[in-house]
């Protein structure tokens, strides 16, 4: 889902315009621009007004600039919009104070058209993790058709009756049957998982066609579906901007319906699961799981932070994190973005901003930090997947060549993605210090010297990545149960506290599990007694498997 994007906007009809002497054409909507009204159960004390323009950018207007730019009809000169928005304000407005609001405010915003009766040249804005190179590929008329297949899904039995049967799905599969064999099958064939991944990939436009329909329910027309890049990584979209024209009800429901069609979609996936057994089934369950958690982090542009907006009321929370951040500093004034907002608003959107800054920060540390062992990781990894790919090609095993080449374009997208996101945040740094530092060469000086010597810590953080997996054993269920079960060691002294623990036996699993890790090189009766400890406990030894 994505709104402030690309929407195909409604061009007012045209008519033989009157004109204003030597000033040009009488004022007019811009080409493209559509006028959303009042944006309704707002976070505001002064619930704004809407406008869309042809690029997809929403603006909001105060009531008077929204009234001025309703009655500029292309017919009505400076005097006669005067009178309307008068009557419509409750406040006298004079002819100039209509000429001023239109060479300054609205013409400047690309609502209103050049006095020459040409379209200005909008620059294309690049908000805060946005989506990228996005591409249309389903028109409106299309998405507005298929909304028309789904709405029953939103019918309030329906809807009760899905939501309690993915509650049962849950309970079933973390308590009664497990995940574990669904995993075991997913890896054990890497044909499956070319398998899962085309399902996944379905789920994912299931989910787009979720939103889509949520807006329409609420009696807004969503606009093109379509593919992009989000951080590194493709993704669909579709525009629903327009449920701006919703109150607040009607907007959470185009937010959750993404995931409420996910939750179909396994709910579905289920149902063909018990007439078939087919365990793979269960693997892309788990990893839709993780998906709509996923979509839930309030963070990034995604549900979450949509449902955050709609909740408050605020469309544009990203856009006041500066605002937000100086009002926090105690020497300085209050911004007027911050001291617009409601007073639990403010506080709810502060909060947001702060943990929001926190996360942001963290995950570009990290990956700063790690971005040589990401690098060195890629590299081996492209290695060793074309490696594969020839042998299997050789021998041939077309299908695991396949999957194989498969996984290198896998990889490339986020490589290519992170690169491409590095470069920007070097670019905004330096076009950043050079802009805030002029006329001031020592500390533009200073400025570069500091990301200079940053660039030499990162190349000497390189650390190479050792980690050790164990493979899923053949009579393994992944239950809840079972994984509290098989816990390290250091768990179950955390559960038992205040009690001391006993001496490490020979014949215990954990000790016999240290001693054949710390030790090597030791007899055979040492490495007996572990295999056995390890067969009784319950996790069996793992069967080798490619």
């Known amino acids: 889902m994505t709104r402030l994007d690309q929407q195909q906007a409604r061009t007012p009809s045209p008519s033989k315009p009157s004109t204003n002497g030597a000033e040009g054409l009488a004022p007019r909507l811009a080409e493209g621009i559509e006028l959303l009204g009042e944006y309704r159960d707002s976070g505001f004390k002064q619930a704004p007004y809407l406008a869309r323009r042809a690029d997809g950018q929403v603006l909001q207007l105060p009531r008077l600039l929204y009234l001025v730019a309703e009655n500029a009809d292309g017919r009505r000169n400076y005097e006669q919009i005067a009178q309307a928005v008068t009557q419509g304000f409750g406040r006298g407005v004079s002819e100039d104070n209509v000429r001023v609001l239109v060479d300054s405010k609205l013409r400047p915003l690309g609502v209103l058209a050049a006095p020459d009766g040409s379209s200005p040249r909008l620059s294309r804005p690049n908000p805060l993790l946005a989506l990228n190179f996005k591409t249309a590929v389903i028109p409106p008329q299309l998405v507005n058709a298929v909304t028309i297949v789904f709405r029953p899904f939103f019918w309030p039995l329906v809807a009760l009756l899905a939501v309690t049967g993915f509650l049962a799905l849950d309970w079933w599969l973390f308590f009664v049957h497990g995940i574990a064999q669904g995993l075991r099958h997913l890896i054990n064939e890497p044909v499956f998982f070319l ?5 996944v990939v379905l789920s994912a436009a299931f989910h787009e066609c979720g939103h889509a329909t949520g807006c329409r329910y609420g009696g807004a027309r969503p606009g093109v579906m379509g593919v992009g890049i989000y951080l590194v990584w493709p993704a669909f979209y579709t525009d629903v901007t327009d449920a701006y024209r919703l109150g607040k009800g009607g907007r959470l429901r185009t937010d959750f319906g993404g995931v409420y069609f996910n939750a179909l979609f396994m709910v579905a996936a289920l149902g063909i699961y018990l007439l078939t057994h087919f365990e793979v089934l269960i693997a892309v369950i788990v990893l839709l799981q993780f998906e709509m958690i996923h979509q839930f982090l309030p963070f990034l542009r995604l549900d979450g932070y949509y449902v955050i907006a709609d909740l408050t009321g605020v469309p544009d929370i990203f856009a006041r994190m500066k605002p937000v951040l100086l009002s926090m500093l105690p020497w300085r004034k209050p911004d007027p973005q911050v001291t617009v907002l409601k007073n639990w608003v403010r506080i709810v959107v502060t909060a947001w901003v702060l943990f929001t800054v926190a996360f942001v920060l963290y995950a570009y540390g990290l990956m700063l930090l790690h971005l040589p062992t990401i690098v060195g990781t890629a590299v081996a990894s492209f290695s060793a997947l074309l490696g594969h790919a020839s042998l299997a090609i050789k021998s041939g095993q077309v299908a695991i060549g396949l999957f194989s080449v498969f996984q290198v374009l896998l990889l490339t997208l986020p490589v290519l993605g992170l690169g491409w996101m590095l470069g920007r945040l070097v670019q905004r740094m330096l076009v950043v210090s050079w802009v805030r530092t002029r006329g001031r060469p020592f500390h533009r000086v200073t400025a570069y010297l500091a990301m200079s010597a940053g660039a030499l810590l990162l190349v000497a953080a390189w650390t190479p990545p050792r980690a050790s997996y164990q493979a899923i054993a ?61 067969s009784a406990s319950a996790s069996p030894t793992p069967s080798s498997s490619p």
């Open 195 to 199: 398998m899962a991944f085309g399902l």
């Open 474 to 534: 053949p009579a393994s269920r992944g239950t809840i149960v079972e994984s509290f079960d098989n816990a390290p060691a250091v768990f179950s002294q955390i559960a038992r506290p205040l009690q001391p623990s006993p001496s490490p036996s020979p014949s215990a699993a954990p000790a016999a599990s240290t001693a054949a890790s710390a030790a090597p090189a030791s007899s055979a009766d040492a490495s007996a007694s572990a295999s056995a400890s390890a």
